[in-house]
Structures are given as structure tokens and as C-alpha cells.
């Protein structure tokens, strides 16, 4: 079937593939090259989105707002549960605390994807446009592995779309992830092992039974749905940011971001892309460490490709436990070119962090979001944030996502007796012994 909206094109050799159908029956391998890595190109220019930013708030529902600029040829195929479009939020205390502690003054806008419809990820997004051009292509299984969050999302989607889903999960990936993706009725493997086993079994699994797998964090069906955020910044605050922060695995999010900038050359939507500010935590930095190593070196031959291998992790935040970071290279230059940094934050403060952010905004944050405003934390220590700046933090998950981190966030409770025992407590109280924790 020949298409005219979109193209995918490889990155290595250029060689030009119709459709995903294609690509898929070519199990995801460049035909010329034999690379892996291909991209959507439309032959348009993207001038038409100017169209969709006067689209309130209450009628964008979903990345599909975007769908004229998304690599699927037919709405009917489009599985969605209001995904995407969500609204940024404001977060003035987080401008406070950066005004009190650093006297600069800068505006916060938190992209919240607790606040997405199907599973309240990070993820979802991908997951939609996933099963929709999977369904699209007439795919039947499809096989994933993930350290959690992805998990989740494609299992609901892949399962609305109908396709049965093989999952790859890593010893550590949490039991609630395990538990969703169970209820959909998708097939779970939890590998003895960690993330990379996982991945490498679920090669191994897709190849035998000749079955098709996620691409990674550089597939289209994920690059291209992660895109249209930046379409979203532009709708809500009518402008960029300034800085991106960001918690990092394998760094999906910055690859989207400079896609979508490179389709909108030409048009208004053009712009410079934000510094990104990605975020490790200490317990699985692997790509911070190779970042601090870059600087210490001058960014000698070889920066960019030179990384540790973490095995087994133990980190607590299994979403963030991408030990080998095979996307360093693409990550690492493009951090460079923004101006941004790849940081590290203490795990071990990611309860308190959380702890804060709901006693001052009501929101309770899961593990991988409580790293990504720890990295903000961190950046402004390290004076990574100018005065006057817009800063766009991308939080991935709620609470909701890790039960058990939820359980450790318990810091008010006392057991009780006797009415002796009843102690009285000032709420405001809290606030300077949070913040102490957190300097
Ligand atoms: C909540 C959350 N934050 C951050 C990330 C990291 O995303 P990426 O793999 O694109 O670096 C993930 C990935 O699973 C996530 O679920
Ligand atoms: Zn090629």
C-alpha cells in the first residue's frame, strides 16, 4: 500500500521505506544498510500546526490532536485514552525555594504525565501510537521489554488494540507493574536478571518465534509520539523553554525533542532547542559518569562513545535502571549541542523529595518523578539555571505507579494508646524541617 503522508528513512544509508508494514515485514532491519535506526519524514512542511495552537485546553485531549504530523495513514485506527495533552502546571514554589535559596528568578512549568489517561506514565503516549500503527499493519504479537513503566502502557494499549503481548521484565521491576500488565491479560516474563538480560532474552524470544519487538528508545513509534510534547509547550505557553530537566534511562524524551524541532524548520516552530538537563540517579548514573568523565577530559576523541557498564543496579527506581546506555552517543551529543548537562542526584533523598513536592503542591510524586525534581535541585546548585530562564520539568509518573515507595513516604504517623499518646502537630511545621533535608 502506498502512502503519501510520511515516509521512514533510514538514518544511516537514507534508503526510503513506504511504511511501517514494510519495515516490519523486514523485521526492523534497513534493507541497503542493514542498520536499525530509521526515521519519519513527511514531505510536507509543518506550517500546519500553527492551525492547532489556538485548541483550548478541554479540546485537546490527546497527542491525536497532533495526528495530521503522526505516522499512522488511518484515524480508524487510532487507540487512545487521552494521552498527552495535559496540562502544564505552574509550580510557583518551586520558583520560591529557587528565588530564597539562589536569588534568581525563573518560572516553572511542570509537564505532568501522572496526568495521562491510560496508565499514567511517561509512556503512554508511545504506547498509543504504538498499538495504533501495530493494529494498522495487521501485527498480532509483539514483544517488549522494559523495565516497568513502558511495560505497563504497552500491555493496556497492545491489549486495546488486540494484540497479544510478550513482556520482558527485569528481576527488580516492580510487582504493581507486573500485577497491571497481568490483568490485561498480556504474558509476563520476569527475567532472572536485570535490564540488559532482559532485553537480550526478549531478542532472542521475538527472533525464534519470528516476532516483531520494540525498536528502543530511537524506534519511531516512540520518537514520533514523544514529538508532539514540544507542539504541546508551544499550544500551552505559546513559546520554548529555556532548559528541559528530565530523569534519564535511555533518554527517549531529548530524541523526540530535537525530532521535532528538526520537522518544524522552516516554520514558526523552529526554535532552539531547550539545554536539557537529564538526570541519574546515584545508584545507576551511567551516563553522568561518562559525562563527568567528557568534561574532565576536555571532551577529548572519544567522549561520546565511551561509557561504564553498570551491572545489576541497585538503584530502587527500576524505571531508571538502564545500566549499559547504549544511546549514550546519541544522548551525549545532543546534550552537548543544547548546552545542557547529564547530572547525578542522591537517591537516597528521592522519599523526602517526594515528601515536599505534596506537602507544598499536593501532588504525589513516584521515584523516577521525585529523581527528575531532584536533578532540578541539583541544578540549581550547580548553577546550571540562569535568572529570568523558563524551566520545563517533565515528570514521568504518580505515586500511584510504586505502592511500596508510597508506603515509605509514611512520616507523620505516630502509634497511639492512650490519649496521652495523641500528640498535637503544626502542619507549617514541616515545611523548614523538609527543606533542611533537602539542602
Ligand atoms: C517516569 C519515568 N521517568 C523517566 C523515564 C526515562 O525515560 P527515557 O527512557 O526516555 O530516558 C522513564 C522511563 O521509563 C519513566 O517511566
Ligand atoms: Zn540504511
Redesign the pocket.
Known sequence: MQNNKFTLKCTKCGYEIDNFKLWFELNQVCPKCGAKHVEAIYPFKYDGLSDLMDTPNNLAESIWLYKDFLPLDNDDNIISCKEGAIPLERWTFLEDFAREQYGINIETQVYR?DLNGGTG???DTAASLAASVLKEAGVKNYVVAS????ATAFGKYLAMAGINAYIFMPIDALKASEAAINAFGQKVFRVQGDYSKAKELAAQFAEKHGYLMTGG?VDPLRVEAKKTMVYEWYRQLGKLPDVYV????????PIAIEKALKDAEGTQFAGKMPRQILVQPDKCPPMALAWENAIKNNFAEGWDINFPIIENPPTVVP??A?GKPGTYPIISRLVKKSGGSIIQMEEAKIYDISRWVAFEQKVAM?P??AV?LGGFLNALKLGLIKDGETVLINT??GVARAPEFMEELIYTTTEVNTLDDCVLHDRDGLKTILLKKLL
Not at 523495565?147 to 513502558?150: E, F, S
Request: glycine letters at 24%; aromatic letters at 4%; a neutral charge.
Open positions: 504525565n506514565t511517561f509512556k523495565t516497568g513503566n513502558t528508545n528530565q530523569a534519564l534511562s535511555g533518554g527517549t524524551g524505571t531508571l538502564t513516584g523516577a518523578s527528575c514521568g509518573e
